[in-house]
């Protein structure tokens, strides 16, 4: 259920956890950034007094979120790209799923902790668990299929709690936050 992505020339190792709503990258040590999108950039501020956190607004009214273990001092320069000091450590990047404030105290609420790996195990006949491995303090974060959210809502033992209006929109349907381990 997770990939991590190791690309030594450039001291990144991203982990790709298939339903998490945050791309994860590790800087492992200081390296300057650089990210560029092929839309406009709108504006990039920083959120808070620490350089933590980020918000990204580009000309398509996506807007990104961005968010560091440690400051990280970003720069607009030009109509794409961001570059960076150097860095070292964790960051975060999620899409903003609406224009709601309270999907933004959500990504807040459980930026720190992302998943390192996950496994699918079949417990019993028709019931497979999903199982996190997962990286910080605090609560994960996940997003869960459509069908999944219907198996939770009968019979979750109180493991997971559904986020039901916090959703981001697939072809499958509405992607809806979990937190839990499992």
Known sequence: LGVTLDIPSS??????????????????????????????IVS??????????????????????IYTSSPIYLNHDGASNITSKPFSGIIR??????????????L?????????SGNATLVEPFRVVYQWQKESSGDLLMLAHPLHVKLLSNNY??????LNDFKYRSIDGDLVGVVGDS
Do not use: E, M
């Open 108 to 116: 807040d609420k459980f930026s720190s902790c992302y998943p390192l």
């Open 44 to 65: 990039l501020s920083s959120n808070d007094d620490n350089n933590t956190k980020y918000t990204l607004k580009l000309n398509n009214t996506q807007i990104w979120l």
């Open 93 to 106: 990047v999620a899409a903003l799923p609406d224009s709601n404030s309270k999907s933004v105290a959500i």
């Open 11 to 40: 001291n990144l190792r991203f982990f790709l956890s298939r339903g998490s709503p945050f791309i994860t990258a590790s800087v492992t040590s200081p390296t300057s950034l650089s990210i560029t999108t092929v839309h406009t």
């Open 157 to 162: 033992n109180g493991l997971v709690t559904v």
